[in-house]
Each structure stands twice: as C-alpha cells, then as structure tokens.
C-alpha cells in the first residue's frame, strides 16, 4: 500500500507522540467532569483507538455514522446520518471525535442536532487533521493534531473510497490512484 502514496505527511511515531499530549491536555481539560466520547465513524477509528487510551480518566464512549463525501476526494456537501436514533446525551460533557476538518460541514451538522435534539451540558470538537481552506461554516475545533494544506490524504482511518484506513501512517495518494470524475 505504501507504494501508493506520492508523499507522508506523518509517520505513526509522529502521530502518537502528539496523541500523548493531546491526551495528557485532555485528561487535565476533563478532570471531574462526567465525559462521553462521541466517535464519528469509521474515520475516526484509529485515531480515537490510539487518544483515548492516553486519557487518563474514566469516560463512555458512543458511536455516530455519517458520511459526507460518496466515495470521492471532494465533500457532497451534504451529511447522511445512518442511523435512526442519536446517543443519550443529556447532562454529559461530549467530546466529539472525527478523523478531519475539511468543509466543516460535518462536524457542524453533528454539533447542531446533538445540541438541539440530545441536551448534553457541553460539546467540544477534536479532530486529528484541519485543513487550512476556507470553509463554508465556521466551525473552531477545540483540539487539533495537525494542520496541513488543503489535500486529500489517506491512512491511519481516512480513506479513499473504502480503502487505505489501515496505513499506520498519513500521507497522499499518488495521482494513477485517484479515478478520475
Ligand atoms: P467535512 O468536509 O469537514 O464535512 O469532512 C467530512 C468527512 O470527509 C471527514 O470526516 C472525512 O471522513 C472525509 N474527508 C475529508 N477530507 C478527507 C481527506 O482528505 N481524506 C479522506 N477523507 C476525507
């Protein structure tokens, strides 16, 4: 797989030595507080897998499935939820977890309902990778792994229609990848 990609971004020792302190921050952010981590499937699977283990707190953990982006490299812009009902929210402190900040229109989306329709007593955003675009919501992530250009990358839970997920590293795919439409 690796002979797929045209550049590595991070390396999985990059990206577990900044996990550390992202965790190390939110085990002191979350102290005393009752915290569910909200995970956005199936991107942030590994990313969430390597966090939480580094938060040194008790926490539960819930799932949402969405999808943005129907296979491609660029957001449909517009989010699917699959699932019928949300998580029980109410009075807990959530920290919504996703693999990347691209539109935002994601996350967004994600914050508005559970915030009209779950009552949770606070919601934050972290997300492993923000890409510095201009987007057409704003949306401030409160944790952050990395920035990076505006690409489309692959690995460690991201994926190019299905595939990739499981590269230990992040990086771009090369061009005779990508089909092309
Ligand atoms: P949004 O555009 O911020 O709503 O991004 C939504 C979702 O699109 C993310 O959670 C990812 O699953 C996917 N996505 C966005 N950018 C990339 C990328 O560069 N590679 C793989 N998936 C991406």
Do not use: W
Request: proline fraction near 4%; charge should be negative; include cysteine.
């Amino acid at each position: 797989m690796h002979s797929h990609l045209d550049a590595i971004l991070f390396h999985e020792t990059t990206i577990l030595s900044r996990l550390d302190e992202l965790g190390r921050q939110l085990t002191v952010d979350y102290a005393g507080r009752d915290l569910t981590v909200l995970l956005v499937l199936h991107g942030s699977l590994f990313f969430a897998a390597d966090l939480l283990r580094r938060i040194n707190l008790p926490l539960q953990l819930t799932s949402l499935s969405v999808s943005s982006y129907h296979g491609g490299t660029e957001s449909a812009g517009t989010v699917t939820f699959h699932q019928p009902a949300l998580p029980d929210l109410r009075g807990r402190h959530v920290l919504i977890v996703d693999d990347i900040l691209d539109t935002g229109l994601t996350l967004d989306s994600i914050r508005r309902r559970l915030e009209e329709e779950c009552q949770p007593a606070s919601t934050r955003l972290c997300v492993l990778l923000e890409k510095r675009r201009p987007r057409p919501v704003e949306v401030r992530p409160d944790y952050v792994g990395f920035r990076i250009e505006d690409a489309f990358v692959v690995g460690y839970g991201l994926d190019y229609q299905g595939h990739y997920r499981n590269l230990p590293l992040i990086g771009t795919l090369r061009k005779e990848f990508i089909v092309a439409g």
